[in-house]
């Protein structure tokens, strides 16, 4: 996907698509970091903008229930039933985007906000314990809260139109770049562009069976799988999904990514490191898709390891730790697809060409793909794709 040219904020919501209203976003945003460092405002903004995303399609729903025609003849626009019945999450009138809206030039409107978290939590089992609520600390500028609200009531996001163009998804992979950046974070972990998941996905053809992504970000691959379940025929469910996220903010964006597509998924009890904790050790998955980290030098190597099967990897790279994790959980006849940076088809460094001879060796390489580069906000480095196979004889 190449590099967005930066344009004005879109003035409706059909203008909403075009690519450039983030930038803008940001640069208005910012001035609420004042007082707070990035890692507190990612839960500030992201939170507004899921809010804003429910939100938007329970709008949309609401507006088919009160035209009372075709299938809603007789249907009840304040019955939260009708809402759950099409996947959409209910909202209640202290939570609408709408409410919000009207009262963003009120002193109070941190207060709303965090009322808005807390009765949506209350009333959607699902979104429990995930919804930022500290909108209300003295910390936080409430005239600047209020104008970022205003904004973003310009930005379309969970309608039916916006959802199909991932509005959400991109707005998301432009601000955690922003905040990494900030944070003085290596990018490129947080979100893997839309092209590149599709495919990874469309090579495997996860039609039905388990999906583990270890190193998860926002959930984009589990949302990609679903879609591509969905258009050969198959069902919500027919894939079972589990992932593990480090960062708890990050997790917490997954659990509600997913959780307004209607996906059930098992992100373990809480955020924690993979490699220091793997959440799930007996997992034996039929896919696992995933983009780690891009030769990350800060990880947790133990010496002795179970997933060391084809060497040690190096303490300053853990590509090939990534690489033998995915092949440890991966099922007797299970497929892996995650992205890489180039260097780890050739690097020799540190015991790297070992460890990637004995894969092959092993005859789990089943096809490798190299991409060009600038297909990520936060790296312009280029990429490839690896393709294993657990066994070829399936």
Not at 55 to 63: I, L, V
Not at 99 to 122: F, H, S, W, Y
Not at 153 to 164: M, Q
Not at 289 to 316: C, I, M, Q
Request: proline share 5%; with cysteine; hydrophobic share 40%.
């Amino acid at each position: 996907m190449p590099r967005p040219k930066k344009a004005a904020a879109p003035e409706s919501k059909s203008s909403s698509a075009n690519l450039g209203f983030e930038a803008k976003l940001w640069l208005a945003a910012d001035k609420l970091r004042n007082n707070m460092d990035a890692a507190e405002y990612k839960h500030v903004v992201l939170g507004l903008m899921f809010l804003k995303y429910i939100s938007d399609s329970f709008e949309e729903m609401r507006a088919k229930l009160f035209s009372g025609t075709g299938p809603y003849v007789g249907s009840d626009p304040e019955d939260a039933d009708e809402y759950r019945a099409e996947n959409v999450f209910w909202v209640p009138k202290p939570a609408r985007w709408t409410q919000l809206q009207a009262n963003a030039k009120q002193p109070t409107i941190g207060k709303l906000v965090d009322d808005a978290m807390v009765a949506l939590e209350r009333d959607n089992v699902r979104l429990k314990g995930v919804l930022p609520k500290d909108y209300a600390r003295p910390a936080l500028d409430q005239q600047r809260l209020g104008e970022l609200i205003d904004l973003i009531s310009t930005i379309g996001l969970g309608d039916a139109e916006n959802r199909s163009k991932d509005i959400l998804g991109r707005v998301y992979e432009y601000f955690l770049t922003q905040f990494a950046s900030a944070e003085g974070k290596n990018g490129g972990q947080f979100y893997t562009p839309q092209c590149v998941v599709r495919t990874l996905v469309e090579m495997l053809a996860p039609y039905k069976g388990r999906i583990y992504d270890p190193c998860c970000g926002s959930g984009g691959m589990f949302v990609q799988s679903e879609k591509f379940v969905e258009a050969h025929g198959g069902k919500l469910g027919d894939i079972a999904v589990y992932g593990q996220e480090s960062n708890a903010t990050t997790r917490r964006l997954a659990v509600m990514n997913l959780a307004i597509r209607g996906i059930e998924a098992d992100f373990g009890p809480e955020h924690a490191d993979t490699f220091r904790r793997d959440l799930h050790k007996d997992l034996k998955a039929d896919f696992v898709l995933a983009n780690p980290p891009f030769n990350d030098s800060d990880w947790h190597r133990v010496e002795e390891d179970v997933r060391w099967k084809y060497g040690t990897p190096p303490k300053g790279n853990a590509n090939f730790a990534w690489v033998q994790h995915f092949i440890h959980h991966l099922a007797p006849a299970g497929m892996a697809g995650f992205v890489l940076a180039n260097g780890s088809m050739s690097s020799n460094q540190s015991g790297e060409g070992e460890i990637r001879k004995a894969i092959i060796d092993a005859d789990l390489v089943d096809c490798m793909v190299a991409l060009p580069g600038q297909l990520f906000y936060s790296t312009q480095i280029p990429v490839c794709l690896w393709f294993l196979v657990r066994s070829k004889n399936f």
